[in-house]
């Protein structure tokens, strides 16, 4: 979504609620979100501890909001300060709450509009200003209302997920969150911090040419509303297109500004879960201690699993990408309950009262 922010504020919360919000937190760590928006809620800022959930409560009609992680929080000086997703200004006193303040990249974003065109609710996940940690939108069941559009397929009332491995992330776009984990820059942040251009001259390459520093250039007035020609941009150390870095991880997620067919959700009067870190593995990037069970439907027959929940397969190992393959004696496997998070091997037959709940150290397959 690239909409301007008018930011008001909604003085008391529960006098402007028509809409929960579920943070739900499996990062290891305490997590302080910042928030825009209009209205502006929770003065910009409300912190959920490590492993917990916290309802929030948003306004029918939230326009431009954005909720976004802040890692590695804490006062410096006297000033609170966040790694990633930091808001900290004079304007707002370098406080916990972000006060209308965007957040610094690199930072996963969560976007809404609610109730806009038409009555739906619009809603995606962004990378545009880097990935900070993996995270999910998807309507708790039970609480909203389908868009009547069958065009929309997937993305009507869908789960938006981006389970994101930093270690895939070209090195030059590669931070530190200051705990020791890392995340993953876009390239408009990475060329223009001093830093990561002492590091990598490529970066420092593409920021002393005007047109490849702009990433906009050549600007093609002849594409659908003068936007910007994305195939090209500059291509990474790794040969690949910049907004293709994200987009390959994570298909249904914005991987740039203007990344609007494939990215953006609709549902109707939806409460909505919002899972950080999911699947409860230490680095963010989703992985292991979730457990999967029979969902009430039959198993599901692919090996494709975004935007399905609590699927399962019983299918022959080889059919899958060779990876149940990589564990011998595995014979069929299940997707983690957050949608292609990690690959879950099983030896034998696959039943409903099936619960798989371990893995191996590398966090990629588990065996009971």
């Not at 593409?206 to 594409?223: A, E, F, G, Q």
Request: glycine share 10%; net charge neutral.
């Amino acid at each position: 979504m690239n909409i301007y922010f008018i930011i008001f504020t909604c003085v008391i919360p529960t006098l402007c609620v028509a809409r929960t919000f579920r943070i739900n937190n499996q990062c290891n760590q305490n997590i302080w979100l910042g928030i825009q928006g209009q209205p502006l809620i929770y003065s910009g800022g409300v912190e959920v501890g490590a492993r917990s959930t916290k309802d929030i409560n948003v306004p029918d009609k939230w326009v431009s909001g954005r909720i976004w992680p802040r890692t590695n929080c804490r006062y410096v000086n006297g000033k609170f300060t966040c790694t990633t997703g930091d808001c900290g200004a004079p304007v707002n006193g370098y406080g916990t709450t972000c006060n209308g303040i965007g957040g610094q990249p690199p930072a996963t974003l969560a976007e809404f509009t609610l109730d806009g065109w038409g009555g739906s609710d619009f809603y995606d996940l962004s990378n545009v200003d880097g990935n900070s940690m993996s995270m999910i939108i998807r309507p708790i069941p039970g609480q909203y209302t389908s868009v009547n559009n069958p065009s929309l397929g997937k993305y009507n009332c869908g789960s938006a997920t981006c389970i994101f491995d930093p270690s895939k992330c070209p090195p030059e776009l590669q931070m530190d969150d200051g705990t020791g984990r890392k995340v993953c820059a876009s390239i408009c942040a990475a060329i223009y911090n001093a830093q990561q251009r002492a590091k990598f001259v490529h970066l420092q390459n593409i920021y002393n040419n005007p047109d490849t520093r702009s990433l906009v250039s050549p600007y093609d007035n002849s594409t659908p509303g003068g936007k910007c020609y994305v195939e090209q941009w500059p291509r990474s150390t790794q040969n690949t297109r910049y907004d293709e870095v994200f987009k390959s991880q994570c298909p249904d997620a914005y991987s740039w500004a203007f990344d609007d067919f494939k990215s953006t959700y609709q549902c109707s009067k939806a409460n909505y879960e919002i899972v950080l870190c999911p699947g409860s593995s230490s680095d963010g990037s989703g992985g292991s201690g979730s457990t999967i069970q029979w969902n009430g439907n039959n198993w599901a027959m692919s090996c494709d699993f975004r935007g399905n929940d609590l699927y399962s397969v019983q299918i022959s190992a080889d059919l899958c990408g060779g990876k149940c393959a990589q564990v011998q004696g595995c014979t069929h496997f299940a997707w983690t309950r957050y949608n292609g998070g990690t690959c879950w091997l099983k030896s034998g037959a696959v039943s409903k009262s099936d619960a798989i709940s371990s893995s191996d150290s590398t966090m990629i397959c588990g065996v009971v």
